[in-house]
Nanobody, 125 residues
């Protein structure tokens, strides 16, 4: 079972930047894609970005394209989410997740089997 521990997050002003990190432990020898999701109060958890096991392919939700970048450091077993040009509507609890598959083209909650503890991102106007 893969264990995911998140770090980063916090309060930033609109237009600012923030980077989230997610470190894996446990069954890190397994090949799997990684993703970031977010959930705002009263809303369903939504897909933000995904990356393949090797880090060669990525995909993003339309709402964050051009602003967010997902990357992966396989040597350190860490995945990142660089968030630029943040908007108030980006405010949510962000979760990293390990996919059941090795590719990046998975965006449903059910496609991910392990989850981080979540971290709050708040963007002020």
């Amino acid at each position: 079972q893969v264990q995911l521990v998140q770090s980063g997050g916090g309060l930033v002003q609109a237009g600012g930047s923030l980077r989230l990190s997610c470190a894996a432990s446990g069954r890190t020898f397994s090949s799997y894609g990684m993703g970031w999701f977010r959930q705002a109060p009263g809303k369903e958890r939504e897909f933000v970005a995904g990356i393949s096991w090797g880090g060669s392919s990525t995909n993003y939700a339309d709402s964050v394209k051009g602003r967010f970048t997902i990357s992966r450091d396989n040597f350190k077993i860490t995945v990142y989410l660089q968030m630029n040009s943040l908007k108030p509507e980006d405010t949510a609890v962000y979760y990293c997740a390990a996919s059941r598959y090795s590719g990046s083209n998975y965006y449903n909650v059910a496609d991910f089997g392990s989850w981080g503890q979540g971290t709050q991102v708040t963007v002020s106007s």
